[in-house]
């Protein structure tokens, strides 16, 4: 049995300090496109409908999915990392105070450029807060656990999840509309670029040279990105 070696005290610090960044900017960049008002990532659109029929806050509806879908995650055996739990836990508080810093009712042409600036910052931060290798978010970990135990393609799992999410989100009163759209063609390919770029190279995993690699296109949350597994 391998044994995971420790990281330098640099990485390690390093490692942090990029997984609270992401996954600040992640909150940042809901919220940006959240006031964009003009449709938002399927599972947004969720929190939104959840929050207009039950008057909670976005962010406390957040962490709530978050917690629901890592319940999820017990019977298909998936573990959760140091990264996953940062992530339910303040992605939606950092959203709340992207919400609370850029106030609602903008002028077309501002929510126009917050839109792709959202797109372009969420695709940052998940490049930081996945490059740190600290374990998937809830959602796709969801994702990539219900493909090893089904052997669907993972595609087919990303789909039939956002679909359900976003009919859902869209039947509750959720803002569905071009930026949803924009979403779904743009994150894949910017996220297939921030996440090779941010990602921290000995980190304490075995050095890539000694493994055999297999590139393969996954879709996490964000997106279709290419990785090596």
């Known amino acids: 049995m391998l044994r995971r070696p ?25 919220a ?13 659109v969720l929190t939104q409908g959840i929050a207009k029929q039950t008057g909670l806050n976005f962010g406390l509806i957040t ?5 629901v879908v890592l319940l999820l995650w017990i019977p298909i055996r998936q573990k959760p990392g140091f990264g996953t739990v940062m992530n339910a836990l ?6 709340d105070l992207g919400l609370w810093l850029i106030p609602p009712g903008l002028d077309l042409w501002v929510r126009a450029l917050l839109l792709p600036a959202g797109i372009v910052v969420l695709a940052i931060a998940t490049g930081l ?22 052997g669907w393609k993972i595609w087919i799992v990303r789909t039939g999840i956002e679909v359900i999410v976003l ?3 869209w039947l509750l009163g959720g803002n569905v509309g071009i930026g949803t759209l924009a979403f779904a063609l743009l994150i894949g390919p910017l996220c297939g670029y921030t996440i090779p770029l941010f990602a921290i190279r000995g980190s304490g995993r075995m050095p890539a040279d ?14 279709a990105v ?3 597994e």
């Open 6 to 30: 420790t990281d330098p005290a640099p990485v390690l610090v390093r490692r942090f300090v990029q997984l609270f960044v992401g996954l600040f900017l992640y909150g940042i960049g809901i």
């Open 32 to 44: 940006l496109i959240v006031r964009g008002e003009l449709g938002v990532a399927p599972w947004d």
């Open 63 to 67: 962490i709530i999915t978050s917690g």
């Open 90 to 95: 303040l992605v939606g508080p950092f959203a």
């Open 129 to 150: 807060y996945i490059g740190a290798h600290f374990g998937p978010g809830p959602r796709d970990g969801l994702m990539t656990g219900l493909h090893r135990v089904t």
């Open 167 to 169: 009919a859902a989100g």
């Open 210 to 223: 000694r493994v055999p690699a297999r590139r393969t296109r996954v879709r996490t949350r964000t997106g």
């Open 226 to 228: 290419p990785v090596v």
